[in-house]
């Protein structure tokens, strides 16, 4: 009787270990989906107080695009050049709405857009995650609305930019 005992906490022990890895290493992925998120998403959607305006794309690199920016917020002064950074769904010749990031040149896709780009990492980390909580959790319902949730927040972004 005491084997049979010992082999259930023994069963329990790593239950409970694999749920708290499995836990933390899903919790994991969504906070560094959030913190890539938000060094981009800041500044897209917290626009009081910053610069707001009009970049006319005029060159495209590999990694970024740059044109002329024309200010639409009261204190934004005319630049000759910003740079947006991830170019990659910036055509050359055509006016995006930017909001500036604070003392330097680099500038940020503002509107809806801009917001939903700017979520994408989370987006990725929804999608990851979800397969760490249906197959390390065996926690199907909650993995499917974190899969799904994802799924919709890449759609968008895609389907906006």
């Given at each position: 009787?005491?084997s049979?005992?010992s082999?259930?906490?023994g069963?329990?022990?790593l239950?409970?270990?694999?749920?708290?890895?499995?836990?933390?290493v899903?919790?994991?992925i969504l906070?560094?989906?959030?913190w890539a998120?938000?060094?981009?998403a800041?500044?897209?959607m917290l626009?009081?107080?910053r610069?707001?305006?009009?970049?006319e794309?005029?060159s495209c690199?590999a990694?970024s695009?740059?044109?002329?920016?024309r200010?639409?917020s009261?204190?934004?002064?005319l630049r000759?050049?910003?740079?947006?950074?991830?170019?990659?769904?910036?055509?050359?010749?055509?006016?995006?709405?930017?909001?500036l990031?604070?003392g330097?040149?680099?500038a940020?896709?503002s509107?809806?857009?801009?917001?939903?780009?700017?979520?994408v990492?989370?987006?990725?980390a929804?999608?990851?995650?979800?397969v760490?909580?249906?197959?390390?959790?065996?926690?199907?319902?909650v993995?499917?609305?974190?899969a799904?949730?994802?799924?919709?927040?890449?759609?968008?972004a895609?389907?906006?930019?």
């Amino acid at each position: 009787m005491p084997s049979a005992v010992s082999s259930s906490r023994g069963s329990s022990a790593l239950r409970f270990g694999r749920f708290a890895a499995m836990g933390t290493v899903a919790a994991l992925i969504l906070i560094a989906g959030v913190w890539a998120s938000w060094g981009t998403a800041q500044h897209a959607m917290l626009t009081k107080g910053r610069e707001r305006g009009t970049v006319e794309v005029t060159s495209c690199g590999a990694r970024s695009c740059s044109g002329p920016y024309r200010p639409l917020s009261q204190g934004s002064q005319l630049r000759e050049r910003v740079v947006l950074e991830d170019s990659v769904a910036v055509e050359k010749g055509r006016t995006y709405t930017v909001v500036l990031k604070p003392g330097g040149e680099d500038a940020v896709r503002s509107g809806p857009a801009g917001i939903l780009y700017s979520w994408v990492p989370l987006g990725g980390a929804l999608l990851l995650a979800s397969v760490v909580v249906a197959g390390g959790l065996l926690r199907t319902r909650v993995a499917w609305v974190m899969a799904l949730s994802g799924t919709a927040l890449l759609t968008a972004a895609f389907l906006a930019v």
